[in-house]
């Protein structure tokens, strides 16, 4: 049952009810309370909800839970690369690609991370996000390359 709530809580939140999305994201997670998906949804509308530090504290608790886990590892690497906290981030998502290499968002997330102090190491990481089927996330990773490619030519 906690899963239809989670999914019925996410479906919600990708509509903008966050209330909604709240209100059965707290159900499954009384019924699931172990569910790094639910932690992780919990978080996104939190955070959708202006309530930062609530969401950060339940991605880190997810990834207590599960360190391989892409989703929550990913948004709470961003949220310390927002903060200049680009060691925290690596040691985030360094778990996440030794279980999943190719994961795209992951590699983005680790070349963001590594920009400033290795950007030689930054573009083996950039390389595998340009793979991302996702437009988007191929973009970002494009345009990452390109400022990459300035401070270390290939």
């Known amino acids: 049952m906690g899963s239809d709530l989670y999914r019925e809580g996410i479906a919600q939140l990708n509509a903008g009810n966050t209330g909604e999305a709240h209100r059965l994201l707290q159900e499954a997670r009384r019924?699931?309370?172990d569910s790094v998906d639910v932690l992780h949804g919990l978080a996104l509308v939190l955070d959708?909800?202006?309530e930062r530090a609530q969401s950060v504290a339940l991605l880190e608790e997810a990834i207590a839970r599960d360190p391989t886990a892409p989703g929550p590892a990913c948004d709470l690497a961003m949220f310390y690369l927002e903060h200049q906290q680009d060691a925290r981030a690596v040691e985030i998502l360094a778990p996440v690609l030794a279980a999943s290499p190719d994961h795209p968002q992951a590699n983005l997330g680790m070349a963001m991370a590594l920009a400033k102090t290795e950007p030689v190491r930054a573009r083996t990481f950039v390389a595998?996000?340009?793979?991302?089927p996702d437009p988007e996330g191929r973009a970002q990773a494009e345009a990452l390359d390109q400022v990459l490619a300035k401070h270390?030519?290939?």
């Open 31 to 33: 019924q699931a309370p």
């Open 48 to 50: 959708a909800q202006g």
């Open 128 to 132: 595998r996000a340009m793979k991302d």
């Open 152 to 154: 270390a030519p290939r």
